[in-house]
């Protein structure tokens, strides 16, 4: 616990309400405070922190001038939302966050009346504060409407699809712009230049934004209390979309989080005193790991190859290949549907593009992938980190759905690898194949197995038989491989490996329903359309009856923790592995005896 007697200011502040009644010139000791409790708690914790560092003024400003929870305040990404929690009632509990059964990472609508609208990905806060600020509106209701958009937020096509249309519909609202020049990595492209080379002058960006309706205040010092009070107050009343344009800092406050930005964006537990230390000693390679070290080896071998993020460079692993190729490097912001068409152009003139981006990203680019790649057979490889569990960042970062909106896909080759060396397989494989491959894999390490540096690549649809039992036919798909590999042992089943989602395996599918008794689907993804539901619809399809076990998450959004704990609830560890099968097929030693 912390001890709150070593904050004499903020510990009286419970709710938005007690900060209200704080007079103007005591708000700077209550921020100074804030910050110094956001930073004990995130080192004790760990936790996304930066962000949050960056807007400790601007969330007691916000707090101070407007009515909230009926003043509607709307945070985007999420990343900054810490001080906003401490803040609005739940200070006590913000070490939990990220816990199983603690606070959520990002704002949550059933956590808190003060989290208006539930974030996690970028550039949504403009939309929700508009539509929130248009059904006001519409029912004569006077409450504000604020959305709070940086880190990198702004970089992305929604947000001005959002301006564009506010300031068509003249609706009263506030966008306060937090530019502190970062995402996780430093924001990139025309935008980011401009607003660099322009950051001193009112004039060129104020055009930009009142041509598009809005009425533009800014920029002011984001650290400043009796400047944004100033400003905040100037702007609240105001009849139509409003703009207000703040400079801030991100990791202000903390020396080690000023000078290492992108270290400090999210930390796990650490000794405030002494900042991050570094880890000593080899640790296995992470799947992000063998994605690197694979896309510089394929690079140096095939000069066609094009590394393409939105705005992910540390996350998905493509650091060193922005240092060694930076020529073949696009980082294109948080921007994951252009980052899509972006490759299918390049591959329609004979380059190979590779996407390297999120699950949950990827789906922001659904219809890019359809309509751009897959329809024109284009040869684009996505190499999709985070897929199934991800766990302390809950369900707007969960990989959950990938195996079932890219398997109904045409032309789409899809991979799950069970260990590091058949991920780095599977990546030659889609990347050789002539059209779009999807390889899929999960956040963190995987079994330890140690990584060849060929650039083998595997037949296409063919799964790998792992080991040969009686009644029972466990099918594996991807890194659920590992439980499977002990059920298998423990119930003398058939075990397969069975890497393709798409094509399946077929062959091998129709041998084994020949002498098993039943099937096991077993995936870290959706069971509602994913890659049991197409092991079932294959022996469908010709003809075969068999029982089907079908094992995979929930249809319900997956909580946050660790992913230990998610795979457990979900039941896909191994002693719920072991129940569901033993509850569906009770007779399942007698199984094997009647196969044998």
């Given at each position: 616990?912390?001890?709150?007697?070593?904050?004499?200011?903020?510990?009286?502040i419970?709710?938005?309400?007690?900060?209200?009644?704080?007079?103007?010139e005591?708000?700077?000791?209550?921020?100074?405070e804030?910050?110094?409790?956001?930073?004990?708690?995130?080192?004790?914790?760990?936790?996304?922190?930066?962000?949050?560092?960056?807007?400790?003024?601007?969330?007691?400003?916000?707090?101070?001038?407007?009515?909230?929870?009926?003043?509607?305040?709307v945070?985007?990404?999420?990343?900054?939302c810490?001080?906003?929690?401490?803040?609005?009632?739940?200070?006590?509990?913000?070490?939990?966050?990220?816990?199983?059964?603690?606070?959520?990472?990002?704002?949550?609508?059933?956590?808190?009346?003060?989290?208006t609208?539930?974030?996690?990905?970028s550039?949504t806060?403009?939309?929700?504060?508009?539509?929130?600020?248009?059904?006001?509106?519409?029912?004569?209701?006077?409450?504000?409407?604020?959305?709070?958009?940086?880190?990198?937020?702004?970089?992305?096509?929604?947000?001005f699809?959002?301006?564009?249309?506010?300031?068509?519909?003249?609706?009263?609202?506030?966008?306060?712009?937090?530019?502190?020049?970062?995402?996780?990595?430093?924001?990139?492209?025309?935008?980011?230049?401009?607003?660099?080379?322009?950051?001193?002058?009112?004039?060129?960006?104020?055009?930009m934004?009142?041509?598009?309706?809005?009425?533009?205040?800014?920029?002011?010092?984001?650290?400043?209390?009796?400047?944004?009070?100033?400003?905040?107050?100037?702007?609240?009343?105001r009849?139509?979309?409003?703009?207000?344009?703040?400079?801030?800092?991100?990791?202000?406050?903390?020396?080690?989080a000023?000078?290492?930005?992108?270290?400090?964006?999210?930390?796990?537990?650490?000794?405030?005193?002494?900042?991050?230390?570094?880890?000593?000693?080899?640790?296995?390679?992470?799947?992000?790991?063998?994605?690197?070290?694979?896309?510089?080896?394929?690079?140096?071998?095939?000069?066609?190859?094009?590394?393409i993020?939105?705005?992910?460079?540390?996350?998905?692993?493509?650091?060193?290949?922005?240092k060694?190729?930076?020529?073949?490097?696009?980082?294109?912001?948080?921007?994951?549907?252009?980052?899509?068409?972006?490759?299918?152009?390049?591959?329609?003139?004979?380059?190979?593009?590779?996407?390297?981006?999120?699950?949950?990203?990827?789906?922001?680019?659904?219809?890019?992938?359809?309509?751009?790649?897959?329809l024109?057979?284009?040869?684009?490889?996505?190499?999709?980190?985070?897929?199934?569990?991800?766990?302390?960042?809950?369900?707007?970062?969960?990989?959950?759905?990938?195996?079932?909106?890219?398997?109904?896909?045409?032309?789409?080759?899809?991979?799950?690898?069970?260990?590091?060396?058949?991920?780095?397989?599977?990546?030659?494989?889609?990347?050789?194949?002539?059209?779009?491959?999807?390889?899929?894999?999960?956040?963190?390490?995987?079994?330890?197995?140690?990584?060849?540096?060929?650039?083998?690549?595997?037949?296409?649809?063919?799964?790998?038989?792992?080991?040969?039992?009686?009644?029972?036919?466990?099918?594996?798909?991807?890194?659920?491989?590992?439980?499977?590999?002990?059920?298998?042992?423990?119930?003398?089943?058939?075990?397969?490996?069975?890497?393709?989602?798409?094509?399946?395996?077929?062959?091998?599918?129709?041998e084994?329903?020949?002498?098993?008794?039943?099937?096991?689907?077993?995936?870290?993804?959706?069971?509602?359309?994913?890659?049991?539901?197409?092991?079932?619809?294959?022996?469908?399809?010709?003809?075969?009856?068999?029982?089907?076990?079908h094992?995979?998450?929930?249809?319900?959004?997956?909580?946050?923790?660790?992913?230990?704990?998610?795979?457990?609830?979900?039941?896909?560890?191994?002693?719920?592995?072991?129940k569901?099968?033993?509850?569906?097929?009770?007779?399942?030693?007698?199984?094997?005896?009647?196969?044998?």
């Amino acid at each position: 616990m912390i001890d709150l007697s070593r904050y004499p200011h903020l510990s009286p502040i419970h709710t938005p309400a007690d900060l209200r009644r704080v007079p103007d010139e005591q708000l700077p000791l209550i921020a100074d405070e804030l910050r110094r409790y956001l930073i004990e708690a995130v080192a004790s914790s760990g936790g996304h922190f930066g962000a949050g560092l960056g807007v400790v003024e601007l969330t007691v400003a916000l707090h101070h001038v407007f009515d909230t929870p009926n003043d509607r305040l709307v945070w985007d990404v999420g990343h900054q939302c810490y001080p906003h929690k401490i803040l609005t009632g739940r200070r006590e509990r913000i070490t939990t966050i990220k816990k199983k059964g603690g606070l959520a990472p990002f704002p949550r609508r059933e956590e808190s009346e003060y989290d208006t609208f539930g974030v996690g990905h970028s550039s949504t806060s403009i939309s929700a504060a508009l539509g929130m600020a248009i059904a006001a509106q519409r029912k004569g209701d006077p409450r504000k409407v604020v959305a709070v958009i940086g880190d990198g937020g702004m970089t992305a096509g929604m947000a001005f699809e959002a301006l564009n249309h506010a300031g068509a519909v003249d609706a009263n609202m506030l966008v306060v712009l937090n530019d502190n020049g970062m995402s996780i990595s430093e924001n990139v492209g025309g935008l980011a230049k401009h607003w660099e080379k322009h950051a001193n002058e009112v004039t060129v960006p104020s055009t930009m934004f009142e041509e598009l309706g809005f009425h533009y205040t800014g920029p002011i010092d984001g650290h400043d209390i009796p400047q944004l009070l100033q400003a905040l107050r100037a702007v609240k009343d105001r009849q139509g979309p409003q703009l207000l344009h703040v400079i801030t800092t991100k990791g202000k406050g903390y020396a080690p989080a000023e000078q290492a930005q992108i270290e400090y964006h999210a930390v796990s537990p650490f000794d405030p005193n002494a900042g991050l230390v570094k880890k000593s000693g080899p640790s296995k390679p992470t799947y992000t790991d063998v994605f690197s070290d694979w896309l510089c080896d394929m690079a140096a071998a095939d000069e066609r190859l094009l590394g393409i993020t939105p705005a992910m460079r540390e996350g998905s692993g493509l650091v060193r290949f922005s240092k060694e190729y930076p020529q073949r490097y696009f980082d294109v912001a948080i921007a994951e549907q252009h980052a899509v068409t972006l490759a299918a152009g390049m591959a329609c003139e004979g380059a190979k593009p590779v996407v390297a981006i999120y699950s949950t990203f990827l789906q922001r680019a659904y219809d890019q992938a359809i309509h751009d790649v897959v329809l024109q057979n284009l040869d684009v490889t996505f190499a999709i980190d985070r897929a199934g569990v991800v766990g302390p960042d809950g369900a707007t970062h969960a990989g959950s759905f990938d195996l079932t909106f890219l398997r109904c896909l045409p032309n789409m080759v899809i991979m799950a690898p069970a260990d590091e060396n058949e991920c780095r397989a599977m990546l030659t494989t889609g990347f050789r194949h002539d059209g779009p491959a999807a390889i899929r894999y999960p956040r963190g390490g995987g079994p330890g197995v140690t990584v060849r540096m060929e650039l083998d690549a595997l037949p296409i649809g063919k799964a790998e038989l792992r080991r040969r039992g009686h009644g029972l036919a466990i099918l594996s798909f991807g890194a659920m491989l590992a439980p499977a590999t002990e059920i298998a042992a423990e119930l003398d089943a058939t075990l397969v490996n069975m890497r393709f989602v798409k094509p399946l395996d077929e062959a091998l599918m129709l041998e084994l329903a020949k002498d098993h008794s039943a099937f096991v689907t077993l995936e870290d993804n959706v069971v509602a359309g994913g890659a049991g539901a197409g092991v079932a619809e294959c022996l469908a399809a010709h003809g075969v009856t068999l029982p089907i076990l079908h094992l995979g998450l929930p249809d319900a959004p997956l909580e946050h923790g660790t992913r230990e704990e998610v795979l457990s609830e979900a039941g896909l560890d191994l002693p719920g592995i072991r129940k569901a099968i033993r509850a569906r097929f009770p007779q399942v030693g007698s199984l094997s005896q009647a196969s044998a």
